[in-house]
């Protein structure tokens, strides 16, 4: 586990962002573990979560030329991590789109930079694909490329099949989904700490019972 991953699942963790006990998942299923990077809501917390995700997206060599946020979440997470990636010598503009077409002023869905080149997506989680999808019909649509998607976690976790969402997104649109940690990465912070092996136990179980199989 490279350090950026371990050191974001303990900012996770002391943000309170990533908690352990028994949670209810949108699956129904019941997790020991529960993680909203929604709660990421100040200056300090949302920049060093985009610190984290331009680390990610450095880190995966997967090449760019601009990142999209699909709204809402997207777009304090490509317009943060664009700040993040030009504090480390990358400067690269960034786009977002509107739920609403705006039909005075600029017009459009599109606020930001051209959608043009190799596309790299940023959102929190991937849980049904559902944003992801539609954000890889803007950008085809537009005449530019999908690159990859950058989420915060991978919970490696089953959907309705053998395959996670973040599988299904690779397999269906054949882009990387970057993830800054994984379920993996979650498990060896867990075996490391002192005073969590409950929960290391409870997170073991619970992917021995709905984990993804790895090949």
């Known amino acids: 586990m490279t350090n950026f991953r ?39 917390s949302v920049g060093e979560l ?19 946020g699909p709204a809402y979440k997207g777009i304090v997470l490509a317009s943060a991590t664009a700040v993040a990636l030009a504090n480390a010598g990358h ?5 977002f789109n509107r739920k609403e077409a705006k039909d ?33 019909n803007m950008i085809r649509a537009a005449g530019a490329e999908p690159a990859g998607v950058l989420i915060a976690l991978d919970r490696m976790e089953r959907g309705q099949g053998d395959l ?22 979650l498990l060896g912070f867990l075996a490391d700490q002192e005073g969590m092996t409950e929960n290391l136990a409870k997170v073991q179980n619970y992917r021995a019972q709905y984990g993804i199989q790895q090949g």
């Open 91 to 95: 400067n690269v503009p960034f786009v």
């Open 6 to 44: 371990q050191d974001f699942i303990r900012f996770a963790v002391e943000q309170k962002v990533l908690c352990f006990g028994d949670f209810i998942t949108k699956a129904g299923r019941n997790s020991p573990y529960f993680f909203n990077a929604g709660l990421f809501s100040d200056g300090t």
């Open 50 to 68: 985009a610190r984290f995700y331009a680390q990610a997206a450095l880190a995966s060599k997967v090449e760019f030329d601009v990142l999209f």
């Open 164 to 185: 996670s969402a973040v599988q299904e997104v690779e397999q269906q649109f054949g882009i990387p989904v970057i993830p800054i940690a994984s379920l993996q990465d």
């Open 104 to 136: 005075h002023g600029e017009g459009g869905v599109l606020v930001g930079a051209p959608l043009k080149g190799r596309v790299m997506i940023i959102d929190d989680v991937i849980s049904a694909g559902t944003s992801v999808r539609e954000s890889v």
